[in-house]
């Protein structure tokens, strides 16, 4: 799993707007890099989320969620992404919670 600390370098913050997270650029070594984790293959676009991994005599092939292969030396560093991480507290903002409507109670007489 890839994390700032053990990235061999990290960038810079990259903002995302909501609900997407954002991310930290990121440099790892290619022996860290597991499905699941993200990648930059492109400087120019957001990461990748790596789908598998093959080494085979020194070069790592990367395949995304899309099915497009990239392939890199197997020992050297590769442009990664560190997701941030989720807030704990999943509750709605104060300004998006909704009040309860209470229901107009029954005034009447016998019917």
Same mark, same amino acid.
């Given at each position: 799993?890839?994390?700032?600390?053990?990235?061999?370098? &990290? &960038?810079?913050?990259?903002?995302?707007?909501?609900?997407?997270?954002? !991310?930290?650029?990121?440099?790892?070594?290619?022996?860290?890099?597991? /499905?699941? $984790?993200?990648?930059?293959?492109? /400087?120019?676009?957001?990461?990748? &989320? #790596? =789908?598998?991994?093959?080494?085979?005599?020194?070069?790592?092939?990367?395949?995304?969620? $899309?099915?497009? +292969?990239?392939? !890199?030396? +197997?020992?050297?560093? #590769?442009?990664?992404? &560190?997701?941030? /991480?989720?807030?704990?507290?999943? =509750?709605? /903002?104060?300004?998006?919670? =909704?009040?309860?409507?209470?229901?107009?109670?029954?005034?009447?007489?016998?019917?």
């Amino acid at each position: 799993m890839l994390t700032l600390a053990n990235a061999a370098l &990290v &960038v810079h913050h990259e903002p995302v707007a909501p609900p997407s997270l954002g !991310y930290t650029l990121t440099m790892h070594h290619s022996s860290l890099i597991d /499905p699941g $984790d993200l990648w930059r293959p492109n /400087p120019d676009e957001h990461p990748h &989320v #790596v =789908r598998s991994i093959d080494r085979f005599e020194g070069r790592l092939t990367i395949t995304d969620q $899309d099915g497009h +292969s990239f392939h !890199y030396p +197997s020992d050297g560093l #590769v442009p990664t992404a &560190v997701a941030d /991480p989720r807030a704990a507290n999943t =509750r709605l /903002p104060q300004t998006w919670a =909704r009040r309860l409507r209470r229901r107009p109670e029954h005034q009447g007489g016998d019917e």
